[in-house]
């Protein structure tokens, strides 16, 4: 509590997923960290699963924490100070990921019904 009564902000009182959302991890690490690396192990996941609905429901767990990496890599973009190119890329990685979202909403709700 800072002497005016006011809380202060501290990144390391945060939760993990406010810090992801907020694209606080920095453009690097949000993109290459927390969406590739995630959704390469959520793909070996995915093929190593026989059941459609086990598959169905991978994929949905995965989407909602896809949405929040899209937001986070969108807003990491945003604070990025380095070359404006990498920010420009992200923000283009970030547009076809949420497509292809929303294609993988359309496969969850095709396997569920």
């Given at each position: 509590?800072?002497?005016?009564?006011?809380e202060?902000?501290?990144?390391?009182?945060?939760?993990f997923?406010k810090?992801?959302?907020?694209?606080?991890f920095g453009?690097a690490?949000t993109?290459?960290?927390?969406s590739?690396?995630?959704g390469?192990i959520?793909?070996?996941?995915?093929?190593?699963v026989?059941s459609d609905?086990?598959?169905a429901m991978?994929?949905?767990?995965?989407?909602?924490?896809?949405?929040v990496v899209?937001?986070?890599t969108?807003?990491a973009?945003?604070?990025?100070?380095?070359?404006?190119?990498?920010?420009?890329l992200?923000?283009?990685?970030?547009?076809?990921?949420?497509?292809?979202?929303?294609f993988?909403?359309?496969?969850i709700?095709?396997?569920?019904?």
């Amino acid at each position: 509590m800072n002497h005016d009564g006011t809380e202060s902000v501290n990144l390391n009182n945060i939760g993990f997923f406010k810090k992801l959302v907020s694209g606080d991890f920095g453009l690097a690490k949000t993109y290459w960290m927390y969406s590739v690396l995630a959704g390469f192990i959520a793909n070996i996941f995915i093929k190593n699963v026989q059941s459609d609905i086990a598959v169905a429901m991978i994929l949905l767990l995965h989407g909602i924490y896809q949405a929040v990496v899209l937001i986070g890599t969108w807003k990491a973009s945003n604070k990025y100070n380095g070359k404006k190119i990498w920010a420009i890329l992200a923000k283009i990685a970030v547009v076809l990921g949420g497509i292809l979202l929303l294609f993988t909403l359309l496969i969850i709700t095709l396997l569920i019904y």
